[in-house]
């Protein structure tokens, strides 16, 4: 019996009946009746309107993707561009809220996770194109060219794309997918995982991505978020794309310095320089649904750089204007769902970064906990003055220390104190990235010049010998240093003829079971090998005289050597 | 009760619906509601499915009812009056749109798909029947959504190959198991069964053979992908490619809009009935079934319920050779003479005693027109039998001697027709609290003309 069915030769498997069914119905019908899909050269070749749906482009995109032997198909090419042209900045990506609009519920209605829609247009790095449309987002393959993008507007960007950061630009896709990778999300080919993954393998090709990570720290900005699904069991994910810009993290938290400006009806915040001109945009949507992620799906927390030519930068500050203060009101306030509710995990920023809007990625990937409300964590002036650095690393998190106080590894050198009575952890660090701190060799100075006479213990504070404070008096961090004792500190000599007071020095300051003690006894440690070069061992006779004091509110012990 | 509800998308919708309406009325499918969802509700396909092959006139709806509920209606899926002749980019953006939404706009949809005038269809073009179905279904649909809400079950059918059927059906089923979780769905989605050579000349065509192919498999990715899983079984349907077959492809001329006729319309049709059967019997979650036959008589043996088609067409013919001959002038005659001269000392002998007696409770002076009534109601059943039986014959070929039922085989006379009816109609109808109609009088006898077919050994 012939089978009632287009391009179907075997007959009914199911005998007489009028009606029924066999594995081939079942698991997709015959390979004839698969979507015929070849190389086409031009948009108006591919047939989308023929998918059963308002999203029949980003359908379209999807099945090109699926199919690993159309690498000529004008969708997977122009795919290409379009991630390369995000990456290096020649591209953005604006979201709106669909469900705003007409032909947007509709889409809503067909797929929530469209909601969110980013129209990707291009910058003015473009020239005469900027605003062009050149594509959109899509959960399942990231980005999809415009139909009514013309072939001229194609090529300019593929010129564009054809610059001499592009090698850059693959790194830094690298570093974004070496972290997913790092997270278990990077699988693909498999089933449940979306096809944006191998299309992203193909644009890095063969690339020898080196620097990736480092890139994405301190030399990209983000776009988006765009809604995707990372795995078959897992609730849709948002993510931010990166985008190529040379220290960029280091520009902005720099700006940060600054004042904020808060302008709701153009649905942002601005941060202004010390002349009150705008350096940053940092983008804030009104209107939102409340509740849930969806001032952060609007695009809530991305960055741009204020786009005035030629313009002037005038920050002479080193505050960062995160919390609220008398001069005006902090970054954390104005993005309270960012920020306070619930105040996110630095491990976990640091961790995902492209789960998180700039303004928390780069506060939080930079300055750590030190960058939260009500944070327990405080670093000396001295280390903050780094983070304003392009290639600076980052504070260390006290999760990285686990158990142990004290850190000696190729990112940072430094210990951890809890200190006595209080919630708070005193971070003091000797080294950081590639750079010299010196928390611990400038508190062992002063320990030091204490233990061989030369400073006193008066009005709350150690002083040398004109009673100029070493250690300063109204300081935030307890124990801190002054700027002269780094200053001195750094151009330290070796003192041959103190290796055994050195020695007494270490030893006196090597007791004591709180945490407070063993950071002294680290500072005292990094002080003597930083004067002597070389290791210095605790010997020698005990201490002469041991004081207990109190500097900002903190208990030490202070030892003297004999006389 | 709750009664199911076929859910007939575009052309293709519309010719499954039209079979529906004729095994309908011919028995051989159990009264279902029909609610059609169609751009084109004005051409002679459409025409022919709301009239019921021009026997329903809505004027006069008491003469003759559609075989399904709300047959006669068909749900534009949007609102034509609003704009004369509207482009698609018409119906989603006007001089409110904000940018954004314009550009959302440019971004799904080309600069031919914008352009599109939509109110004769979507040219072929499923993304746009789609999207129209989407904005348009809360509104213009919302008598559709409340009735499939309180049905026992749906059966959504319409082709992948067009642009309104095709587009719609998956966008339907998404959004009733959007609003109705609980609603069991059903899909009989019929694949390309017309052959449209490429357009010659002028013509209101834009798609031809490879369009439809193209759009069969699009849609066929859609729907194994996305709309089966919310179906609980579904039967795929299309012309057969073997050379000669008589459920081969329908040749449509350059501007057909009338119907176009083949035996696989009765095998969807048929479908609408064993699809929720087979699927009752094999527990099979979201399966996807098929037909196969390869002569269209043998579907003339097929069982509907307890019976064959065959038994159902003989029934037809029987109670269609009866109507035809008490609706013509010379019954009337016998109907007049009944009651005498001036209308005193009559007798039923000869139209039988029951409709005697119902006709003779009328007053005098209402018999005429009542008489009138009920043979102009006689009449448009009779015709509404010439449509379901002379398809039945076009599309399957005479049914073959061997399987007309006796009981049609002894009408061969006129004294055959006359007893038959004059027995049928001998008991008086049952008392009620109010008059009937003359129809409601024409339809009760009618009944039991069909009711009588069964109960009577050939």
């Not at chain 1, 690498?71 to 997977?76: D, K, P, S």
């Not at chain 1, 695009?299 to 500050?317: N, Q, V």
């Not at chain 2, 509404?384 to 002379?390: A, E, F, G």
Request: hydrophobic share 40%; proline share 6%.
């Amino acid at each position: 019996m012939s089978v009632l069915l287009p391009l179907w030769d075997e007959p009914a498997s199911w005998g007489t009946d009028l009606f029924g069914s066999n594995d081939l119905l079942t698991n997709g019908g015959r390979q004839q009746w698969d979507i015929d899909l070849r190389n086409v050269a031009a948009m108006r070749d591919v047939e989308a309107r023929a998918l059963p749906t308002p999203l029949a482009w980003p359908g379209m995109m999807e099945a090109v993707l699926l199919r690993h032997d159309l690498r000529e198909h004008v969708l997977r090419i122009y795919y290409r561009e379009l991630i390369l042209g995000i990456l290096l900045g020649n591209l953005d990506v604006e979201i709106v809220d669909l469900k705003r609009g007409r032909l947007g519920a509709i889409v809503v209605e067909t797929n929530e996770l469209f909601r969110y829609f980013g129209i990707i247009r291009a910058t003015p790095k473009l020239d005469r194109l900027k605003g062009t449309i050149f594509g959109g987002t899509s959960p399942d393959t990231l980005v999809w060219p415009s139909p009514r993008t013309k072939d001229t507007e194609w090529k300019a960007l593929g010129d564009a794309n054809n610059s001499d950061q592009q090698g850059n630009a693959k790194s830094l896709l690298s570093g974004f997918r070496e972290i997913l990778q790092g997270l278990g999300f990077w699988n693909p080919g498999h089933t449940g995982s979306p096809p944006w993954m191998a299309a992203l393998d193909e644009v890095i090709g063969d690339w020898n991505a080196a620097g990736g990570r480092k890139l994405l720290d301190s030399h990209s900005r983000s776009v988006g978020p765009i809604r995707t699904q990372l795995g078959p069991n897992r609730r849709p994910d948002a993510i931010y794309l990166p985008t190529l810009e040379r220290g960029f993290a280091s520009k902005f938290l720099r700006a940060t310095t600054g004042s904020l400006l808060e302008e709701p009806e153009k649905q942002r915040v601005v941060l202004l320089d010390d002349a009150r001109v705008p350096q940053f945009i940092i983008m804030k949507p009104t209107g939102t649904d409340p509740g849930g992620d969806h001032m952060k799906l609007a695009g809530a927390g991305t960055i741009r750089e204020d786009a005035t030519p030629e313009k002037t930068t005038k920050l002479e500050r080193r505050t960062l204007r995160l919390i609220d203060s008398p001069a005006g009101k902090g970054l954390l306030s104005c993005f309270p769902e960012m920020f306070l509710s619930p105040p996110p995990k630095a491990t976990e920023v640091r961790r995902m970064p492209m789960f998180y809007p700039d303004i928390v990625r780069i506060v939080v990937t930079k300055l750590g906990e030190s960058a939260l409300p009500n944070s327990r964590v405080l670093f000396t002036p001295a280390a903050m003055e780094n983070i304003f650095s392009e290639d600076f690393p980052g504070l260390p998190s006290p999760d990285e220390l686990g158990d142990s106080k004290y850190v000696s590894s190729e990112r940072w050198k430094g210990c951890l104190a809890k200190l006595p009575g209080d919630a708070r952890q005193l971070v003091m660090l000797e080294r950081l990235g590639g750079e010299e701190v010196l928390d611990l060799s400038a508190l062992g100075m002063v320990l030091w010049l204490y233990f061989i006479g030369e400073a006193n213990y008066e009005n709350e504070s150690i002083r040398d010998r004109r009673s100029v404070p070493l250690v300063v008096k109204e300081s935030f961090v307890p124990l801190c240093p002054d700027e002269a004792v780094y200053r001195t500190v750094k151009e330290v000599r070796s003192s041959p003829g103190r290796l055994a007071t050195l020695q007494r020095f270490v030893k006196a300051y090597s007791q004591g079971a709180e945490d407070i003690d063993q950071m002294m006894g680290h500072a005292a440690k990094a002080f003597a090998e930083r004067t002597w070069k070389s290791e210095v061992i605790p010997l020698g006779h005990s201490f002469a005289e041991k004081n207990s004091v109190s500097l900002a509110s903190v208990r030490i012990s202070l030892y003297r050597d004999e006389k | 009760m709750a009664s199911p509800v076929i859910l007939a998308i575009g052309g293709t919708g519309q010719h499954v619906a039209l079979a529906a309406s004729r095994l309908a009325f011919l028995g051989a499918l159990p009264r279902m509601r029909l609610l059609t969802i169609d751009a084109d509700d004005s051409g002679q396909l459409s025409k022919k499915l709301k009239s019921f092959g021009g026997t329903v006139n809505p004027d006069k709806p008491e003469l003759a009812q559609h075989p399904l509920d709300d047959g006669e209606r068909i749900f534009p899926p949007f609102d034509r009056g609003k704009l004369a002749n509207p482009r698609f980019e018409d119906l989603l953006l006007d001089g409110s749109s904000k940018t954004w939404e314009r550009e959302t706009f440019s971004l799904l949809f080309d600069e031919a798909a914008a352009g599109i005038s939509v109110n004769d269809g979507m040219f072929g073009q499923p993304s746009i029947g789609a999207t129209i179905f989407g904005q348009n279904k809360d509104v213009q649909l919302k008598e559709v959504f409340t009735a499939i809400g309180n049905a026992s079950y749906v059966i959504i059918t319409g082709s992948f190959i067009g642009g309104t059927g095709a587009g719609i059906v998956h966008q339907l089923v998404h959004a009733i198991h959007t609003k109705y979780q609980t609603v069991k769905m059903y899909g009989i989605f019929v694949l390309p069964w017309i052959s449209i050579a490429a357009a010659t000349g002028a013509t209101t065509r834009t798609v031809d053979d490879y369009g439809l192919k193209r759009n069969m498999q699009y849609g066929l990715h859609y729907f194994y992908k996305t709309t089966r899983p919310l179906l609980k079984a579904s039967i795929l349907l299309g012309a057969s490619d073997q050379p000669g077959s008589a459920f081969g492809r329908v040749q449509v001329g350059n501007d057909d809009d009338g119907e176009l006729e083949t035996p696989l319309m009765l095998v969807a049709a048929a479908a609408l009935r064993r699809l929720p059967e087979i699927t009752v019997k094999q527990d099979n979650p979201h399966a996807v079934y098929a037909s196969s036959a390869e002569d269209p008589k043998s579907l003339y043996g097929e069982t509907f319920g307890d019976r064959t088609l065959a038994w159902y067409y003989s029934r037809g013919r029987y109670v269609q050779k009866i109507l035809d001959f008490v609706r013509t002038p010379d019954f009337r005659k016998n109907l007049d003479a009944s009651f005498g001269h001036l209308g005193f000392g009559g007798s039923g002998k000869n139209i039988g005693e029951g409709l005697y007696l119902a006709i003779e409770d009328y007053k005098k002076e209402k018999r005429g027109p009542n008489l009138d009534s009920i043979q102009q109601t006689w009449t448009q059943l009779a015709a509404q039998y010439d449509v379901s039986l002379t398809w039945l014959e076009r599309v399957l070929g005479a049914l073959p001697p061997g399987q007309v039922d006796n009981r049609l085989a002894t009408l061969a006379t006129g004294k055959a027709v006359t007893d038959e009816f004059q027995r049928s109609w001998k008991e008086p109808l049952p008392k009620v609290s109010q008059d009937r109609s003359p129809s409601d009088v024409a339809r009760e006898f009618y009944q039991r003309l069909v009711a009588d077919f069964e109960k009577r050994v050939g």
